[in-house]
């Protein structure tokens, strides 16, 4: 199955979650902004290989229940800064299956603690050029020669544009996609860990 079968299937559907005054959706989101199909071919080649997977920012859980049905030998791992939403979305069949940590992926004394290595790292955290950046730094040498990392969500230029600069004076080729069918605000950004050096 695909990503887009996998949300059919199981009726994934987005939901709404409120932080204070801020609204945040999750849920449905990776179809609704077209990245499932951005997902089917970059992940095809892990898709039956061993791997470890990172999100952060996992706030109820849903993309990384799709992953755990898309590939066929992976260890997952989620990192947020409030796990409290997917204790509450996921089943505890699920949630045995997966490794949680609660951190601020900003913060290195936090992600230091972290030993492991990913073949893949999504950033669906908060978005915002800072944190992305920061997030990188943190992340990205856990990452394995030819490994992927994913940043969700910052297909607007004011969000892009700091990002394309930080990683540009690091020598670090990334590319851009954003999906025909997405809204403005969205897009990804695909590093492939060739021997880059931050």
Excluded: W
């Excluded at 999504?122 to 030819?146: C, G, M, R, W």
């Amino acid at each position: 199955m695909n990503y887009g079968d996998i949300h059919n299937k199981y009726n994934i559907v987005p939901i709404t979650i409120k932080f204070s005054e801020e609204i945040v959706y999750t849920g449905g989101d990776m179809v609704q902004h077209g990245y499932n199909c951005v997902y089917d071919q970059y992940f095809e080649p892990y898709r039956n290989q061993p791997i470890k997977l990172a999100e952060i920012g996992i706030l109820a859980g849903h993309k990384l229940f799709c992953h755990d049905k898309f590939f066929s030998n992976v260890r997952l791992y989620g990192y947020d800064i409030n796990l409290d939403y997917i204790y509450k979305y996921q089943s505890k069949e699920f949630i045995d299956k997966l490794t949680l940590t609660k951190i601020d992926s900003r913060n290195k004394s936090d992600t230091i603690k972290i030993t492991e290595t990913f073949d893949i790292i999504i950033d669906d955290a908060t978005h915002s050029p800072n944190t992305v950046i920061k997030t990188f730094e943190n992340f990205y040498p856990k990452l394995h020669q030819h490994g992927l990392y994913i940043i969700e969500d910052v297909g607007q230029n004011r969000r892009y544009e700091p990002i394309k600069k930080f990683l540009d004076k690091k020598y670090i080729k990334h590319k851009l996609i954003r999906p025909e069918k997405s809204a403005s605000n969205t897009g990804l950004v695909i590093i492939q860990n060739d021997n880059n050096v931050i």
